[in-house]
């Protein structure tokens, strides 16, 4: 199966300032990525899809703004968390969808201060 | 549209004793199911899928779980837990089993074994 690797697995940032995680398919050209928010104790959440070479499609309620997406290669996707604040802190854990289930990073712990 | 029902947030069970995680389902279509498993921290892995073949689906770590659709089920049993066990698991539909599908995660169930 597809392997995906995420970095950084943990962050911490001040209120403000934008942090940048990328999600990469090392094996499995990803045409399309999805990126899922948790917050603590509760399950997974669709952010958004990333659609390599195109713009990204957002969830209801998702600030395009706010989460920059950028999928520019077949490996390669990039969540910014722009002028992040302490709500923003959360797990966020990319996919990649294979031919028959999802493959997952192994997510990224933000906590913003 | 779909959507997943995990019927009970926390699960706790005795090590070596069976466990039944409850999952129903809604689906417009056929769906696939998944069950997932998280530890603290940590991505999801994969524990098995039903993508419309043999309804009873093994998984590893002795987990696996029955598709019935006359009951919009799809709970996951072990015969005996383990410790290593204790995580949180997540049931999951798909009304595609092609690419670029969109996942509809349950609210999670969290198991805990005791010795």
């Known amino acids: 199966g597809a392997v995906v690797s995420q970095h950084p697995s943990w962050v911490i940032c001040k209120s403000g300032t934008s942090v940048k995680i990328e999600c990469r398919s090392l094996?499995?050209?990803?045409?399309?990525m999805f990126w899922y928010r948790q917050f603590p104790k509760q399950s997974l959440m669709l952010m958004a899809t990333s659609n390599e070479g195109s713009k990204a499609t957002y969830e209801q309620g998702v600030e395009k703004d706010k989460f920059l997406i950028n999928h520019a290669s077949l490996t390669l996707s990039t969540l910014t968390v722009t002028s992040a604040h302490p709500e923003d802190s959360s797990f966020y854990i990319c996919?990649?969808?294979?031919?028959?289930?999802?493959?997952f990073g192994q997510g990224t712990r933000l906590t913003v201060v | 549209a779909q959507s997943v029902t995990q019927l009970d947030s926390h699960v706790s069970v005795s090590e070596g004793t069976p466990v039944l995680l409850r999952c129903n389902y809604s689906?417009?279509?056929?769906?696939?199911l998944f069950w997932y498993v998280q530890h603290p921290n940590k991505g999801l892995q994969l524990l098995l899928k039903?993508?419309?073949?043999?309804?009873l689906v093994k998984g590893i770590n002795g987990f696996e779980a029955e598709f019935k659709k006359s009951e919009t089920s799809f709970h996951l049993t072990k015969p005996s837990a383990h410790m290593s066990d204790a995580a949180e698991y997540f049931c999951?539909?798909?009304?595609?089993?092609?690419?670029?599908?969109?996942?509809?995660f349950g609210t999670g169930t969290r198991l805990q074994v005791t010795l």
């Open positions: 039903y993508t419309s073949a043999a309804t």
């Open positions: 094996d499995f050209q990803a045409t399309t």
């Open positions: 689906s417009s279509y056929s769906p696939s």
């Open positions: 996919s990649v969808q294979g031919v028959t289930e999802a493959f």
């Open positions: 999951v539909v798909s009304e595609s089993s092609g690419t670029a599908s969109k996942l509809t």
